[in-house]
């Protein structure tokens, strides 16, 4: 069986939406292949404000909205007692100031349910086994039904959302180790009967569990809250092996999550997953470009993972756009360029946050409000904001910040 198109694009989670939403009102054939059946898990459950620019401009926020999803405002983190809390409103960078959490089975259900009703031809349990790229660019991709069927898609361009399968990466052996340090998580989600026994009970909290260890708590607005434990796979040893036990006893770990979860039954048992962060030699190629988790995923610390799956997927098509339509495209300094800016922005504060600087100035005794405004625009997702230092000077700014902050503390503790 043979068929054509103007775009492929592999992967059905936000990456892929996002492309052939674009792809497809700019007038081009698209069609999107994904090798599960959907709603599927998938990790990645609080969005950041940046990526509702991009819903908006893809025309789906309506759908979204129409599902209730729980807003979410600000990120709130807690040491101990101590709390640093962000609110979305306050950010240096004008744009969004809220965004939701969302069980993701649920949310990529309804951005792909949305390319139906549009009359895009999305075909589930459709697994890409092989691409051919020929010299003028176009590809013939082999894909496999689940009913055993093989069919041959000749394409223009492809687009690869394909996430953690990483299709055309592994195909072409461009994988590359990323510079930061294996982690594993252990997360479940959780009946969270004693929701509202605590303040602010719907919000996202980020935890502050051990040196280099977190815990998320996202709350969904079904009341089913997600709970994961993110840290070095050497922390993990002096737990219980048994997934169930393992997870209970890191609950008993600390004061706020004994109390809020301590009884809390599982919807599902704990799953694991760990050294997540891989990046590519390149983000394109000839007939080709890379989206979403494909270019790179750092650490779910800042939960930036679907903001630069929407972003980096609406400049790719974009991009592919323009090239179908005639014009040249430099997606050295169109794409890459761009992406890797934001990217590179964002792994200054994930290494931050595991080195401890960024836990010092979170947890400063007197935060200058300027500065946190500008922190706070990073973690709404605004980091190609140029006019924000703590974007274009992501990698001095934060040490230099916790530097003052330790001087500071000290003087504030002086009787
Ligand atoms: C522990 C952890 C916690 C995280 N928490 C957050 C968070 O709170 N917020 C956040 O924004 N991000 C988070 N992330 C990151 C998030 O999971 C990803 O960044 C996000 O899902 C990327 O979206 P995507 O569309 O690129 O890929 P995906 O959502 O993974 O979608 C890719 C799709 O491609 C399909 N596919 C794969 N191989 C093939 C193939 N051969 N043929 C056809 N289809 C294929 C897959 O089935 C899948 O549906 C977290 C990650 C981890 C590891």
Known sequence: MNSKTDVLVIGAGPAGSIAASFVHRAGLQVRVVEREKFPRFVIG?????????????????????????????????????????????????????????????????????????????????????????????????????????????????????????????????????????????????????????????NRIIIVSYAPQVWVWIIPFSTGITSLGFVGSPEFYQRFSENRE???SELIAGNAYLKNRFGNASLIFEPRILEAWSTTADKFYGNGFVLTGNVTEFLDPIFSSGVMFATVSSQLASQLVIKKLQGEKVDWEIEYTNVIQQGVDT??????????????????????????????????????????????????IALKRLARVVDVEDKLTERP
Not at 366 to 392: H, Q
């Open 45 to 201: 459950e609080s969005l950041l404000p940046r990526c509702m620019d991009v819903l908006e401009e893809a025309g789906f926020l309506e759908a979204i909205t129409a599902k209730h999803f729980q807003q979410k405002f600000g990120a709130k983190f807690l040491r101990g007692e101590e709390i640093a809390d962000f609110n979305f409103s306050e950010s240096f960078t004008h744009g969004w100031t809220w965004t939701w959490q969302v069980p993701r089975a649920d949310f990529d259900l309804t951005l792909v349910e949305e390319l139906q009703r549009r009359g895009i031809l999305v075909d589930f349990e459709t697994t890409v086994n092989w691409i051919e790229f020929q010299e003028d660019e176009r590809s013939v991709t082999t894909v496999l039904h689940s009913n055993g069927d093989i069919e041959k898609i000749e394409a223009r361009f492809i687009i690869d959302a394909s996430g953690y399968g990483r299709v055309i990466p592994r195909l072409f052996k461009l994988d590359r180790p990323s510079n930061l340090e294996p982690r594993r998580a252990i997360f479940a989600h959780l009946q969270d009967m004693h929701r509202t026994d605590v303040d602010e009970p």
């Open 245 to 247: 036990k393992q997870f």
């Open 346 to 395: 964002f792994r200054s504060y994930v290494m931050a946050w595991y080195d401890g600087t960024l836990e010092k100035i979170f947890f400063a005794k007197n935060p200058n409000p300027e500065i946190k405004r500008k922190i706070c625009s990073v973690l709404a997702g605004y980091v190609w904001d140029a006019d924000n230092a703590f974007v274009r000077k992501h990698t």
